[in-house]
């Protein structure tokens, strides 16, 4: 009998489709935990939706660009490991111009914010099991049915409550459903501040991508799993592994850029149909001099019958380290503003600004219009829960299939759905299916301890 000793047991090849943050933060795991891992990027840089630019001496983040609920998000805990800084959103100062009447109104300073984040929080917390069809704007008009404001005052807290949401989803009111909104109880503290990673998300997308093999443009265009092997085939040529994971995002599925043979089961395929996918956009420019006004976040009471106008600007100046305004657009406005020119984008933009602010004839130094509706490699910005989800399809979406296709990101991880902590931990649950022990990223392990 022969002696199993010295029998080294060979660990599978694998490889993974896209380097987001759940794309590394797979192959981060099972490299460092000697795997062979490839990952097949189809973009020209890695990070997928978290995209750091420099843009003149900014930096600014053109996808994702908050941590939220910090306290208790494994991304904080990762950062505080790798000494990455992390600022505090402090929401407290606001400035609010309304179209309509053609200056900034006095709403007594934070009340009117304050009822329209205590609508968000109680839809939320009302809502969590109800009926699919219980949606953000069916619970705002069940609301204002029991108050007695004034027009006045109605009109302005259903414009702060619509921002709120529609930019958080991205997505319409009626679109979005409560439902299952449970990602809050994912975290020790609910009561807590947002922030903000110094300089953007491009020292964690660093980080995790340090010591893999990546491929840059390669674009996959037909995966097949008939073998026992997975064959890519990609416009550089065809690669061969034992196990995939793919984790690009929900429009590319959505879009079917990707031919899977033998086709994905019609369960699957209606799951990616089912679930929301959203699209929120930004302008931003850079400025020679900072702005007199002190308040980070300033809102715009447009009347665009398309939905809302650029109705959140954000004064990043503190975190891009030069004066930066960045300003947020979704839903009807966004799919209007698309089919326009760059140049037509920001000088609508630019009128904003020059109204909220009362500078006229603004001269910006740089400026940068995103475009993730039209990316062929994301064709939207993230995931949300819809009113034709059920509360499985997610999970669906998430379901190895015959223990060689994987499947990771923030469309996948229901307490995470939408943000970067959840495409993050949809990585370290692939990541531990293919045998990573979950060591190979520094921080997570204090993550996990602090939730036990």
Not at 80 to 103: H, P
Not at 193 to 200: A, N, T, V
Not at 397 to 412: M, N, Q, R
Request: with cysteine; net charge neutral; aromatic share 12%.
């Amino acid at each position: 009998m022969k002696s199993t000793e010295n029998i080294t047991q060979v660990k599978p090849k694998i490889i993974v489709i896209g380097a987001g943050v759940s794309g590394l933060t797979t192959a981060k795991l099972l490299h460092e935990d000697g795997f062979d891992v490839t990952i097949l990027e189809a973009k020209e840089r890695i990070g997928g939706r978290t995209y750091t630019l420099n843009l003149g001496e900014a930096k600014v983040d053109t996808g994702a660009s908050w941590i939220h609920l910090k306290n208790g998000n494994p991304l904080t805990y990762i950062f505080n490991a790798y000494n990455f800084e992390i600022i505090n959103d402090r929401r407290n100062a606001f400035q609010l111009w309304d179209e309509k009447v053609g200056k900034k109104i006095g709403w007594k300073k934070y009340l009117y914010w304050r009822e329209a984040v205590k609508i968000r929080m109680k839809s939320i917390d009302d809502y969590e099991g109800a009926a699919k069809d219980k949606t953000a704007a069916n619970f705002f008009e069940e609301y204002i049915k029991l108050k007695k404001w004034s027009p006045k005052k109605e009109r302005i807290i259903r414009f702060l409550h619509a921002v709120m949401v529609e930019v958080d989803y991205a997505a319409r009111l009626q679109d979005i459903s409560y439902s299952d909104e449970y990602y809050l109880d994912n975290f020790i503290e609910k009561k807590q501040s947002d922030g903000f990673p110094s300089g953007g998300y491009k020292e964690l997308v660093n980080a995790l991508s340090e010591g893999l093999n990546i491929q840059l443009s390669t674009i996959v265009e037909r995966i097949d799993y008939f073998d026992t092997n997975v064959k890519i085939f990609t416009n550089e040529g065809v690669f061969v592994c034992d196990q995939l994971v793919v984790t690009v995002p929900l429009g590319v599925l959505k879009k079917q850029s990707i031919e899977f043979r033998p086709s994905l089961s019609k369960r699957k395929i209606n799951a990616i149909h089912s679930i929301g996918f959203g699209n929120l956009e930004k302008v931003i420019f850079t400025f020679e001099k900072p702005f007199k006004s002190k308040e980070k976040y300033h809102f715009y009471f447009g009347e665009n019958e398309n939905g809302l106008e650029f109705p959140l600007i954000y004064n990043c100046s503190h975190t891009a380290g030069v004066p930066t305004l960045m300003m947020f657009y979704c839903t009807e406005f966004a799919e209007e503003m698309q089919e326009k020119s760059d140049q037509e984008i920001l000088k609508a933009a630019q009128k904003v600004v020059e109204k909220v602010f009362n500078v006229p004839n603004l001269q910006p130094i740089n400026a940068h219009v995103t475009r993730w509706s039209k990316d062929p490699f994301s064709y939207g910005s993230y995931s949300y829960s819809n009113r034709d989800a059920t509360d499985s399809d997610m999970k669906i979406l998430a379901e190895s299939i015959d223990g060689k296709i994987f499947f990771a990101g923030e469309a996948t991880f229901p307490e995470g759905q939408g943000y970067v902590h959840g495409a993050l931990l949809s990585g370290v649950r692939e990541a531990a299916k293919l045998g990573a022990s979950l060591n190979g990223i520094k921080g997570l392990k204090n993550y996990f301890e602090a939730k036990k």
